[in-house]
Nanobody, 122 residues
């Protein structure tokens, strides 16, 4: 299995930027597709973005398109989420997740990190 650790969260003013990282260990990272999800207080966890095993295919939820960019560096076993033009409604705990090639879907993953808090102030 693969272990995932998120980092890069913090407090930022509206309009600012953050870059989240998801570091993987345990198995060959290029065998996994990866997604980012978030969960705001009192709300269900929601899909944010996904990237396939080699970075050639990406997908975003409508609310972050044009503001967030998902990317990966398989040599570093890391996936990134660059978040620009942050809004208060982006405040949430952000989780990365992984699934083996051929399993699940962009909304269904086998492995999850512990999350990193992103707080956007006005």
């Amino acid at each position: 299995q693969v272990q995932l650790v998120e980092s890069g969260g913090g407090l930022v003013q509206a309009g600012g930027s953050l870059r989240l990282s998801c570091a993987a260990s345990g198995r060959t990272f290029s065998n996994y597709h990866v997604g980012w999800f978030r969960q705001a207080p009192g709300k269900e966890r929601e899909f944010v973005a996904a990237i396939n095993w080699n970075g050639g295919i990406t997908e975003y939820t409508v609310s972050v398109k044009g503001r967030f960019t998902i990317s990966r560096d398989n040599a570093k076993n890391t996936v990134y989420l660059q978040m620009n033009s942050l809004k208060r409604e982006d405040t949430a705990v952000y989780y990365c997740a992984a699934r083996s090639i051929g399993r699940g879907s962009t909304r269904s993953y086998d492995y999850w990190g512990q999350g990193t808090q992103v707080s956007v102030s006005s």
